[in-house]
């Protein structure tokens, strides 16, 4: 009788551990999934980056043009830059 106790339980614990490196498999390959989709956020969040720090340094010389501009050469100039940049 406890032999067979014994095996009954050596097998519940194969079944268990089986049942649990199948868990860990899936949750492997979750993982494996949410790592590229953070890799791709972050290229995307890089890429954002670095259009808003161009987008900045252009607007700083537009602002460093229109600050040394001559005040009648200013409105034309202004009005120059939209176009130029709705062209865009």
Wanted: glycine fraction near 2%; charged fraction near 25%; proline fraction near 1%.
């Amino acid at each position: 009788m406890l032999m067979e106790c014994w095996l009954e339980l050596c097998w519940w614990l194969c079944d268990q551990v089986c049942s649990l490196q199948s868990q860990v498999e899936s949750y492997r390959q979750e993982l494996d999934k949410l790592e590229l989709i953070r890799s791709d956020w972050q290229m995307e969040k890089d890429s954002l980056e670095g259009a808003v720090v161009k987008l900045r340094q252009e607007l700083k010389t537009r602002e460093q043009k229109l600050n040394a501009a001559p005040v009648g050469k200013v409105h034309h100039n202004i009005l120059l830059d939209l176009y130029c940049f709705c062209l865009h």
